[in-house]
Each structure stands twice: as C-alpha cells, then as structure tokens.
C-alpha cells in the first residue's frame, strides 16, 4: 500500500506539473472562466438594451446566477474532465510514456488513480474560479464545488475508459466530442421543456441547473425578458 | 445548482436529480471496471 | 583491443543449456554505485533462463525453440539483424508478451510467479522507452527516483556519473538523442536494479555518447549488476559481453564469449596499410614474417590490422546469407 501511494503522489505530482506545463491543456482549464467572464459581459449588454433597469437587474440575480454557475458546472467538467483525462491518457499512450511507466512496475491502476485525482481537483479550482467570476454568494460555494466532484465523476470514468482505448491523441479527439456535448446538454435544457427534460437525465442534468421553465412555475417571478424564450 | 442556491439542495426536490447523477455514475464506473483489464494494455 | 576476461571452459562452445557455472567474482562496488543482493549470499542459479521457448505471431513463428541462461553478474548479450527476436524476446522476459509453448524463470522462480518485489529489482530500457517532453531531465529522473523510493542525492549521482548535471534542467523536447538516451538509462538505474535489460542502448547515438554508454554499462558490471544486452554491432557486443548469443529468425545459431566467436570466424590473415604500396592482405602465419618485417625496416607501415569479421560476416558464415 505504501508503495501505491508513493507512486500515485508522484505521478500526480507529474501529471500536475504537466498540466501547467502543456499549453493545450493550461488553456482548456481557462476557457470555462473565459465563458464567463464573456456571459457577466452579454447578460449586462443584453439587459442594458432591453431596458431593464438595476434593480431589475438586481431582483434577477439569482436566476442569472443559477444559469451562469450551471454553464461554469457543465462546461468545465466537459472541457477539463476530458481533457485531462481522455487526452492526457492518450498522449501517454502515443508518446510511449505509459509503457515506459508501466516497465517501472507502475500499474494501469495507480496511472488511472492519479489522472483521476489530478483532474477533480482541477474542476474544483476552475469551478472554484468561475464561481467568483460568476460573483456567486459565498454560501453558494461549499454545495457548487461538492456538486462539480460529483457531477465530474460519470465524466472522468467514461473518458478513462475512452482514453485508454484510444491509440494516439487523434483518436482522442474525435472520442471526447460526444463526451463534451453530453457533458453541455444541461446547458440546452434551458431552451424548452422538453429539452429539460432530457436534459434532466443527462450525466450532469442532476448536478447542473434545472430548467428555468419547470422552476418559474413554481413561482411568482417572470423571467427576464432577455432569457432565451421556450 | 438551482436548488442549491434556493437552499433546497438537502429537500425532497434534490432526491430525483441527485438519483441520476449517482446512477451515472455507478454505470461509468460499471463500464470501467468492466472494460479496464481488456484496456488497460499499452499499444 | 578488447578487455581480458575470464576465459571459459570448452564445453561452453555450443549452445545448448548451461547450468552449474559458478557465478564471476564480484569486484568492489565503485562509489556511488551498489547492487542490491538483499543481504543474501550471491547465489550459483541463473537469473534468467529460457527453456524451450516458442511465440507466433499468427502463422509467423518469430522465436523458435530459444533456449539460453543468464548468469548472476554476466552481461550477455543478444545479437542479430532486425527482425531476429531480440526486442520480442527482451518483451517476453520483461512480461510484455506472453510465450506459447516454453518455460521462462526469473530470479530462479517461473516468470509467471513473478511479484511486484522482483520487478522492483528489475530495469529496462527498451527500444521505445519515452520521457517526459514538457519537463526537464532532472524532472522525469526525480519522477523515476520516487516511483522507485529513492532520493535526490541519487538523482545528483547519476547525473554527474552520466555527465548530465549541467543539462539537469533541459527539458527532455529539447534534449538530443544522445542525451535523452543518457537520462532514459538513468530512469532505469535508478533505484540500482540488479538486473538490466537493455534493448539496443546505443542505437542512434553519436560516438561519444556510445562511449559514455559504454562507460556506465562497464562500471555497472563492475559493481555486480547482470545486463541482458540487445545489439546488432558486433563491435559493442565485443566490448560489453561476456557471453554472447547470435540470433536469426528466432533460433540461436551460435552462443559463446565474443571472443571465441571472432577468432572462430575471423580469417587467417592480417592487413597492412603501406605508405606507398597501398593495402596489402597477408596471410598471419610464418610465412609473412619476412615481409612483415622488410616493410617495417623501410619505414612503409601505416598501420597493421588482424582482420576480426563484424557482424555481417559471421552472419554469412553461420547462415550462408547476408544480413
């Protein structure tokens, strides 16, 4: 066991610096926060030109908070999960680094362990980020950060399994755009009723934002005028 | 995420979503453990 | 010229199954350097044997019957062209492939029995063997150093005895051949292995690089570490083996000290090159002693060359066909 766990703090050690290190990657784990940043713009412009004014604005927050955090959930576990897992797995393969591992007496098991850890945690620190770009409270972190473990998990085991059939990262690229769009579909949901209902038994429907339509009614408020519309 | 920052996360309304999230994740780690040994081989 | 070695009895000219030679004296351990015996005697058994072994590869039958053993602090070597079963056979040994028909021990045990423990006492390099790009040498050797529980002190080691400590921060994409070869051989001597595979360590490399190759392989020896060596320059064969297997098309047609194979093959004459006369061919025998001896007097010896075959030649010799 100690054996084990002195490999796996030393792959992930590595997998954690080639993280920072490989540009692809670093620049995957910083599109999420980019959305964001990009969506904090666009829902401000829009509401300026519908007329909408900041106590408007104000009243709405947490519907607009609930659909940017939402986005941040399922994109960055689609983009980072898979990147850092399927991808990560299949350059190793094509570059002959994991053989070269796997002749060190490391095992499949603790390579898989290590992708694993190394790639939830670098959901939680992009979740965390887009969290406080997205300017969610506080008492909102603590269950949006449980929720991206949660929610990365079905993500991160069904991009081991396509990582480690891939041969070379080309292959890798055409395995992960299912996985992405899967991963985006709670995103969808929010244009119809019907779409949140698939979108509600989506891998990331269960841990993401419900759909708007279902939720408002439940309640008095209307929703924003510059909401994309059933 | 809507029903956490509703404070309705721990609530009857977060028992379906949460069902689903668990039961994908007991089929991707089904499909892993089912498909890792056959995998789990270098080129 | 090769180094003297410890001449073997005559009944190890053929190639058949070996077994009861005591192991070669241990020579003191160079500093820094220290095979691992567990703190048992050094014991008389094979490391490594293969009995009878057979792999296909659908209908081709690339190993055909192999049999051979490795003595404990031996570097044996395989030699042959491309396509022999050198790599496959290093690939079944190190568990890579698994063979049809045969019997494979490792550390005296079937390699079927083999632990995690054995293969923690284990090196390789194989022809493939890949570092890190993104990161620097010392990087990937301290990666390899944990994996394996070792320290930084001998990672700063192994670098200075492979002369690598003023590149330790070059990243591995912008390292040359040479110098990646260099660093993957120390991410396999790491945690001081006591047997080594190597699949062709010099391939690809510059002269100076082979050199320095050659260098820690000898002193691994030296220190007690078995090295199963795959080459196809019989040159390095000669400088590093101690016995010497020639394969093709997976059979052994010949095992021996690369000594006993070159004065086995090698023609009976010598070479000199003359100042004027150009190259002239004797025979190494009485005969030539007078010639020898008048161009020596007149000042027209260049150079005098015994005519040892390469690999080429003993080849062509063992299998009547060319390489």
Redesign the interface.
């Known amino acids: 066991m100690n054996a084990t766990i002195r490999k796996v703090r030393a792959l992930a050690g590595k997998d954690f610096a080639d993280l920072i290190k490989n540009p692809t990657m670093f620049v995957v784990c910083l599109m999420p926060i980019g959305f964001m940043v990009l969506y904090r713009f666009v829902i401000g412009d829009a509401a300026t030109s519908a007329g909408v004014t900041m106590g408007e604005l104000a009243a709405a927050s947490e519907e607009i908070a609930t659909f940017m955090l939402g986005s941040s959930l399922c994109m960055t576990i689609g983009m980072v999960a898979t990147m850092i897992v399927l991808y990560g797995i299949a350059e190793e393969k094509e570059k002959h680094t994991l053989r070269t591992l796997m002749l060190a007496n490391v095992r499949a098991s603790e390579v898989v362990i290590s992708k694993s850890s190394v790639a939830l945690l670098a959901v939680t620190v992009v979740n965390a980020a887009c969290f406080f770009v997205a300017e969610g409270q506080l008492s909102w972190l603590a269950p949006y950060l449980a929720l991206g473990i949660v929610g990365a998990l079905p993500v991160v085991f069904v991009s081991l399994v396509l990582g480690l059939a891939c041969r070379d990262q080309m292959t890798a690229g055409f395995y992960s755009v299912p996985v992405l769009l899967v991963a985006l579909v709670p995103i969808f949901g929010m244009l119809g009723e019907g779409a949140a209902r698939i979108a509600s038994i989506s891998p990331l429907g269960g841990a993401s934002t419900s759909s708007w339509d279902s939720r408002s009614r439940a309640r008095s408020s209307p929703k924003p005028p510059w909401l994309p519309s059933s | 995420m809507g029903l956490a920052i509703e404070g309705a996360l721990f609530t009857e309304a977060a028992v379906a979503p949460l069902i689903v999230t668990m039961a994908w994740i007991a089929a991707g780690a089904l499909m892993f453990a089912a498909l890792f040994r056959r995998l789990a081989r270098d080129n | 010229m090769t180094s003297a070695r410890p001449s073997l009895p005559a009944e190890q000219q053929n190639y058949s199954e070996q077994q009861g030679h005591g192991a070669p004296q241990r020579q003191p351990a160079p500093q820094g350097y220290v095979a691992h015996s567990h703190g048992a005697p050094i014991p008389t058994a094979p490391i490594l044997a293969m009995e009878g072994v057979c792999l296909s590869f659908g209908p081709k039958r690339v190993l055909d019957g192999l049999t051979f053993n490795v003595r404990r602090g031996e570097c044996f070597g395989f030699l042959g062209p491309s396509g022999a079963g050198k790599t496959t056979t290093i690939k079944l040994l ?1 568990r ?1 492939l698994t063979q049809d028909t045969g019997r494979i021990q490792l550390f005296g045990r079937p390699i079927e029995h083999a632990s ?1 423990a054995d ?2 006492r ?1 090196g ?1 390099l ?1 022809d ?8 620097s040498i010392e ?1 990937n050797l301290r ?2 150093a ?4 070792r320290g930084q002190h001998d990672i700063d080691r192994l670098l200075e005895r492979m002369k690598l400590s003023d590149d330790r921060r070059t990243l591995i994409k912008n390292c040359s051949k040479g110098m990646r070869q260099r660093a ?1 051989l120390l ?2 001597l790491v945690h001081a292995p006591e047997l080594l595979f190597l699949d062709e360590p010099t391939s690809g490399l510059d002269p100076a690089a082979r050199a320095e190759v050659h260098r820690m392989l000898s002193e691994l020896k030296r220190a007690g570490a078995t090295i199963f060596i795959t080459t196809h320059d019989m040159a390095e064969a000669e400088a590093l083996c101690d016995r010497l297997a020639i394969l093709d098309r997976g059979r052994i047609i010949a095992l021996d000290a690369p000594q006993s194979l070159s004065m086995k093959f090698a023609r009976n004459r010598i070479v000199i090159t003359t100042r004027t006369r150009g190259v002239l061919e004797l025979t190494r025998d009485a005969a030539a002693a007078d010639t020898v001896h008048d161009l020596l007097a007149a000042n027209e010896v260049l150079a005098i060359h015994s005519d040892e075959p390469n690999l080429e030649e003993v080849f062509l010799e063992l299998t009547g066909r060319s390489l």
């Open positions: 190190t890579q995690n293969y923690d284990i390789i194989s493939t063997s890949a570092l890190y790009e993104r990161l990087e990666l390899y944990s994996i394996r529980g993957a991410c396999a």
